[in-house]
């Protein structure tokens, strides 16, 4: 089993463009950049990356700083949004 690229959902992709064009564009580069770096090392890593213990610690401050800024992304367009 390779290890999953990270896609974001329609959803997620409005709320980001919505961001790059209104509140913040560098952030958004930011996340692109996270988001590629991510899906670069899971192809590099093959098929059997997930069994790779470098691999492994290498992705996770990546996935941990994606999460981190995307959930922080949406909940402020959520707040802005319900004002």
């Known amino acids: 089993m390779t290890i999953a690229f990270i896609k974001l959902n329609s959803y997620e992709n ?3 463009q919505f ?3 209104n509140v ?8 692109d950049v996270l988001i ?3 899906n ?3 192809v590099e890593a093959g098929p ?3 069994f790779c213990e470098y691999t492994r610690e290498m992705l996770a401050p990546l996935k941990a700083e ?7 992304i949406l909940e402020r367009y959520a707040d ?3 004002d």
């Open 14 to 16: 409005r709320v980001i």
């Open 19 to 21: 961001w790059k064009e």
């Open 24 to 31: 913040n564009a560098a952030s958004v580069t930011h996340l």
């Open 36 to 38: 590629d770096s991510y």
């Open 40 to 42: 670069e090392h899971a």
């Open 48 to 50: 059997n990356g997930q």
């Open 66 to 72: 994606i999460d981190d800024r995307l959930e922080t």
């Open 80 to 82: 802005w949004a319900s």
